[in-house]
């Protein structure tokens, strides 16, 4: 089975703090969309025959592009690739894209899950953040995907920024429920360098972020999960039973996938790569018929630290019999040994088949899984 992700290189305005591979001039935006399905024709070898159960349009803002090409980006998957009879059909939205009519016309065309970039119910955050659109617009548009016929639905929230205090935190957790909400993928404020948030810290114009507020508020999110019946199924993402995200758990249990677009990444069991993140370089790049890309060939060492990194983030843990199966029965006791510590003050447990993070490890699982990394 596979995956394939659409990167949407676009997006109406900036938020402060994202990193992600976008722009805000929209010139040549036709131009990349027949890009885009261009790439799709280039890339038809890269799954082989594997089943095609999950397509991802992420971004950058999709929700901005036409129905005609979704549309078409859909057909062309389909005629490039073997995709599952019904697949998981996901495209990120932002509120300030969603009106009466919009989500209809998504369901006609098979996207059967929506993940929407609320961030928070607070207009104080969403204008200290830059985003596009206010708390009001945030719950109608879930209101109106509810309505059309949407069950499937996502919210991303930001937490632990200097605007969000302790208790409007707990009341976005209290919102979400209250509105429906049936996946929440949940994020630390991250201040990545150079983007307009760390400049805008650097020169004192912004609070800067305090890391005691976000694992207060990570806290938060572990005791008040149960509370509303989602389970904590991975450190960022929160479901009610049957609805985790099928797609970012095929990411995590190393399932091959496709990325197209500008920035995209895809993985085949053997290699990494990732195409240019610039649309013009792209632009060229597609248009004389070729992907650009970097690849990496994965050694033995970048598989066992990818997957010590993504299981331990999961709530199932680190299987012992998979680690065997990479690494050999000998590198498991090396494991153990580095685990050890980390068992001993409570940030992990040792089952018979599985290494696990506690709930009390939970917030400093990449640094855990840093500890246990192999050498080459
Ligand atoms: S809408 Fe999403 S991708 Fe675009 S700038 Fe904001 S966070 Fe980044």
């Known amino acids: ?13 900036a938020c402060h703090y994202c990193n992600f591979h976008f722009s805000t001039t929209r ?3 036709n131009e990349i969309r027949e890009a885009l399905l261009k790439e799709v024709s280039l890339q038809s ?12 349009f992420g971004g950058g803002t999709p929700s901005l592009m036409p129905d005609l090409f979704l549309k078409e980006m859909l057909s062309a998957i389909r005629a490039n ?8 059909i996901t495209l990120e939205a932002n509120p300030d894209d969603i009106q009466p009519g919009t989500v209809e016309s998504w369901v006609a065309l098979g996207i059967n899950r929506l993940s929407i970039g609320v961030q928070s119910f607070f207009d104080a955050d969403l204008e200290w953040m830059n985003r596009a659109h206010n708390a009001g617009m945030a719950e109608d548009a879930i209101r109106m995907a509810q309505q059309a016929g949407i069950r499937n639905i996502s919210i991303d929230l930001i937490y632990g920024g200097p605007t969000l205090p302790d208790e409007n935190w707990i009341a976005n957790l209290e919102k979400a429920a209250q509105l429906e909400v049936p996946h929440l993928s949940c994020y630390a404020l991250t201040v990545e360098p150079s983007t307009a948030l760390d400049l805008m810290i650097l020169k004192g114009k912004k609070e800067a972020v305090d890391p005691d507020r976000q694992a207060r508020h990570f806290e938060l999110l572990q005791s008040k999960a149960p509370e509303f019946g989602f389970e904590h199924y991975e450190i960022s993402n929160l479901a009610k039973p049957g609805f985790r995200s099928k797609h970012n758990t095929a990411y995590w249990q190393g399932v091959p996938y496709l990325g197209i677009g500008p920035s995209a990444h895809s993985f085949n069991g053997k290699s990494r790569q990732w195409n240019v993140a610039n649309n013009a370089l792209y ?8 992907v650009p890309f970097e690849e990496e060939i994965l ?6 630290n990818e997957y010590i990194m993504t299981s331990l983030r999961t709530m199932e843990g680190l ?5 065997a199966a990479i690494a050999g029965t000998t590198a498991v006791q090396e494991l153990l ?3 050890a510590p980390h068992i001993a003050n409570g940030n992990a447990i040792l089952t018979q088949t599985h290494i696990r993070i506690t709930e009390k490890g939970r917030f400093l699982a990449d640094g855990i899984a840093s500890d246990l990394f192999v050498e080459e």
């Open 1 to 13: 089975m596979a995956g394939i992700y659409i990167h949407i290189p676009f997006c109406k305005r």
């Open 27 to 29: 010139t040549h935006e």
């Open 45 to 56: 070898a890269y799954l082989g025959k594997e089943p095609v159960r999950t397509i991802y």
């Open 81 to 88: 690739f073997q995709v599952d009879p019904d697949p998981e």
């Open 283 to 290: 632009l060229t790049s597609i248009q004389s018929g070729t």
């Open 299 to 304: 050694t033995k060492a970048n598989r066992l």
């Open 319 to 323: 299987s012992l019999e998979r680690y």
């Open 337 to 339: 040994k580095a685990t």
